[in-house]
């Protein structure tokens, strides 16, 4: 199952490594929004250069396309989009509650595909067979965001997440067995064979006879999990406030998961006193994700700072489709006039690809002209931004520097930024 390792800790800070079967973390870590199985505009290829470490894919957009039946015929999220690193999928449950069509009840939730209007329902163990089938390494149990912000409304909602995380728990269990009789199935034909190597995914064709069609796997292959080690973290819930939230975090701590996704919707005004209150609860020897946080630098410093091992967030790369590019001092937006004959670097500082070979007047002729190359430039210098700060705020708490660089980094860059 998946280990953590921490190296360092100071305070509730702390450097270390994920191991998961598709490689290590090194952490804190920023994880790029690959959520319909792609960081939009870059490809794998572009993440691994720019030092992303691993990808967040959503389990309600990959069940409307391509399926989860599909991803798992190809190996799983990894194998399937050419990632091959380590891989998150969150549940799917806050996309599915912004929708107009939401209907919520003790089982699950009942809701409208986006695309075509077909109805569907997602229960917590359906959540848990569909991100099985994805096959990422961390899966986040599915929980209840609540759309009001009444006190009322978030502890109703945060008890509905708790009931369903048992029920999550008690799938993903039941999923982990059959790994684990797959897993002693490969073990005896390796044994009898005498073949060697780490087990990382499963030879169906070994197990069990195809189906007449070639290639093709029959039905009761096609209800097992992919056979390697999964791992499910449970989503702290509450809100703002913090009683909810020191609730949530004894009772997400007392289930045992492999790990605690912190959810919900907050700014960076409130995110240090939430960050201390749930973080001095939640056991220390297991990861912490925060969720969706990530767009702005100072969520970073924050979260690192206040226990937070690993990040996700769209906010970057969406930015950058805007032509809203991150510097040390500050946003730009790219598209403005001043940087038609500007030839520097959209920051001079930055040794991504864009920064390495292209000038700000180019960026903004080809934003001008709408060409498809502006967005992946832009994209690739703002997630190399994001990624290469947390890397830097990484080697600051083991260099005993945190304080210095934080002060640094955020004077720079909010002095002159509009954000």
């Given at each position: 199952m998946l280990k953590f390792d921490i190296k360092k800790k100071t305070g509730l800070a702390r450097?270390?490594?994920?191991?998961?079967?598709?490689?290590?973390?090194?952490?804190?870590a920023f994880i790029g929004a690959a959520t319909r199985a792609t960081v939009k505009s870059l490809t794998m290829s572009e993440m691994r250069t720019l030092g992303s470490q691993g990808i967040l894919a959503n389990t309600y957009h990959l069940i409307l396309a391509p399926g989860s039946d599909l991803i798992q015929e190809f190996g799983g999220l990894a194998e399937f989009s050419s990632w091959h690193g380590p891989t998150f999928t969150d549940s799917g449950g806050f996309q599915i509650f912004s929708l107009p069509s939401a209907k919520i009840a003790e089982e699950g939730?009942?809701?409208?595909?986006?695309?075509?209007?077909?109805?569907?329902?997602m229960t917590p163990e359906s959540s848990m067979r569909d991100?099985?089938?994805?096959?990422?390494?961390?899966?986040?149990?599915?929980?209840h965001l609540a759309k009001s912000e009444n006190y009322d409304d978030m502890k109703e909602a945060m008890l509905r997440t708790h009931r369903w995380?048992?029920?999550?728990?008690?799938?993903h269990g039941r999923l982990s067995g059959q790994v684990a009789l797959l897993e002693g199935d490969l073990s005896r034909q390796r044994e009898r064979t005498k073949a060697?190597?780490?087990?990382?995914?499963?030879?169906?064709?070994?197990?069990?006879?195809?189906?007449?069609?070639?290639?093709?796997?029959?039905?009761?292959?096609?209800?097992?999990p992919l056979a390697y080690s999964q791992s499910l973290y449970a989503v702290v819930q509450g809100g703002t406030f913090l009683?909810?939230?020191?609730?949530?975090?004894?009772?997400?701590a007392s289930v045992n998961p492999d790990g605690f996704g912190i959810g919900g919707v907050f700014t960076a005004d409130g995110m240090a006193e939430m960050l201390e209150t749930v973080n001095t609860i939640l056991p220390e020897n297991k990861p912490r994700h925060l969720l969706g946080m990530g767009q702005e630098p100072r969520d970073l410093f924050i979260g690192a700072e206040y226990g937070i091992d690993t990040f996700d967030c769209v906010g970057p790369t969406r930015m950058a489709r805007n032509g809203t590019l991150y510097t040390h001092d500050g946003r730009i937006n790219i598209k403005n006039a001043k940087f038609t004959r500007d030839s520097a670097p959209v920051?001079?500082?930055?040794?991504?690809?864009?920064?390495?070979?292209?000038?700000?007047?180019?960026?903004?002729?080809?934003?001008?002209?709408?060409?498809?190359?502006?967005?992946?430039?832009?994209?690739?210098?703002?997630?190399h931004f994001i990624v290469s700060t947390v890397?830097?705020?990484?080697?600051?708490?083991?260099?005993?520097?945190?304080?210095?660089?934080?002060?640094?980094?955020?004077?720079?860059?909010?002095?002159?930024?509009?954000?």
């Open positions: 450097v270390g490594t994920i191991h998961t079967a598709h490689g290590d973390i090194k952490t804190p939730v009942k809701f409208k595909s986006h695309i075509n209007g077909a109805k569907l329902e991100q099985w089938k994805i096959g990422a390494d961390i899966h986040m149990a599915f929980d995380l048992d029920r999550c728990v008690a799938e060697t190597g780490p087990v990382t995914s499963i030879s169906w064709d070994a197990l069990a006879k195809r189906s007449e069609r070639p290639g093709a796997r029959s039905n009761a292959q096609a209800k097992m009683d909810l939230r020191a609730e949530s975090a004894r009772y997400c920051d001079a500082e930055c040794d991504c690809e864009c920064c390495k070979n292209h000038t700000r007047a180019y960026l903004h002729h080809l934003f001008k002209t709408d060409e498809i190359t502006a967005k992946v430039l832009a994209s690739i210098h703002n997630e890397d830097n705020i990484r080697q600051s708490l083991m260099d005993d520097t945190f304080e210095k660089y934080k002060r640094t980094f955020l004077d720079r860059y909010y002095k002159s930024s509009n954000s």
